[in-house]
C-alpha cells in the first residue's frame, strides 16, 4: 500500500536553531515528491518538487533533500515567520494523478 | 496571475442541509483536484478531473457526494444530507497538463462546519 509518513508531528525550536523534517514514503514507482507549506486557515503553499534520489533543492533557509525511502527538509537559523504545517506528498498514478499525503509536521518558531 | 479560488470561504450547516461548493482553477489548467482535511491531518484525495470528464470517484466517501466540472473549468462539489462527519475543510488545487508529478496548486479551502 502506498503510504507517506511525516515525523515528527509537531516541532518546537527557538529562532535560529537549525533542524530537519523527514518524510518517508513507501510508493511503487516515485514520480515525484512534493512539499508544501500550510498556514492556519489556508491551502498548501507549494514549496519544492523533488524528482529523483540525490537531489537537493533551497528557497531562503529551507533545502529539501531526497533518497529512495525518504526526503528532509531542513530549516537553517529559522525565524518566526517560518511557523507552519508543512506537508510532504507522492502521486499516485493509478488512473488519477491524485497526491498522498503525510499528516504533516507542526512547526513553531519561538522568538 | 491569479490562483485557485474557492466559495464559500466557511460554511454552516444544519444536519441533512445540502451544500455547493465551488472551486475556480488557474485559468488553462486542464487538470482539477479535490480533497477533504481533517483538522491535523493531510489532505486526502475525493475526485479528480481532466477538463470536463471525471476520471476517478474513488475518494468520494459516499453516494451523497457529487462533483461536477461541466465546461471543464469551474468545478463544484455537491454534498446532499449533510452529516456530522462531513464537517473538514474542502480544498481544491488545479494542475496545468495531466502529466505525472505535475504541480498541484491549491486554493485556500472551504470549512464546512455540519451542526
Known amino acids: 500500500e502506498d503510504q507517506v509518513t511525516q515525523s515528527p508531528e509537531a516541532l518546537r525550536l527557538q529562532e535560529g536553531e537549525s533542524s530537519s523534517l523527514n518524510c518517508s514514503y513507501t510508493v511503487s514507482g516515485l514520480r515525484g515528491l512534493f512539499w508544501y507549506r500550510q498556514d492556519p486557515g489556508k491551502g498548501p503553499e507549494f514549496l519544492f518538487t523533488l524528482y529523483s534520489a540525490g537531489e537537493e533543492k533551497e528557497k531562503e533557509r529551507l533545502k529539501a533533500t531526497l533518497t529512495k525511502k525518504e526526503s528532509f527538509l531542513h530549516i537553517t537559523a529559522p525565524k518566526p515567520e517560518d511557523s507552519a504545517t508543512y506537508l510532504c506528498a507522492v502521486p499516485i498514478i493509478q488512473g488519477a494523478q491524485k497526491l498522498v499525503f503525510g499528516q504533516g509536521t507542526r512547526l513553531t518558531i519561538n522568538p | 496571475g491569479a490562483g485557485v479560488s474557492q466559495s464559500p470561504r466557511y460554511k454552516v450547516a444544519k444536519r441533512g442541509q445540502d451544500v455547493a461548493l465551488r472551486c475556480d482553477p488557474i485559468s488553462g489548467h486542464v487538470s482539477l483536484f479535490w480533497y477533504q482535511q481533517a483538522l491535523g491531518q493531510g489532505p486526502e484525495f475525493l475526485t479528480y478531473?481532466?477538463?470536463?470528464?471525471?476520471?476517478?470517484k474513488s475518494g468520494l466517501p459516499s453516494d451523497r457526494f457529487f462533483a461536477e466540472r461541466p465546461e471543464g473549468s469551474v468545478s463544484t462539489l455537491k454534498i446532499q444530507r449533510t452529516q456530522q462527519e462531513d464537517s473538514a475543510v474542502y480544498l481544491c488545487a488545479s494542475s496545468a497538463r495531466r502529466l505525472a508529478g505535475e504541480t498541484q496548486y491549491f486554493g485556500p479551502g472551504t470549512r464546512l462546519l455540519v451542526l
Open positions: 478531473f481532466q477538463n470536463e470528464a471525471q476520471l476517478d
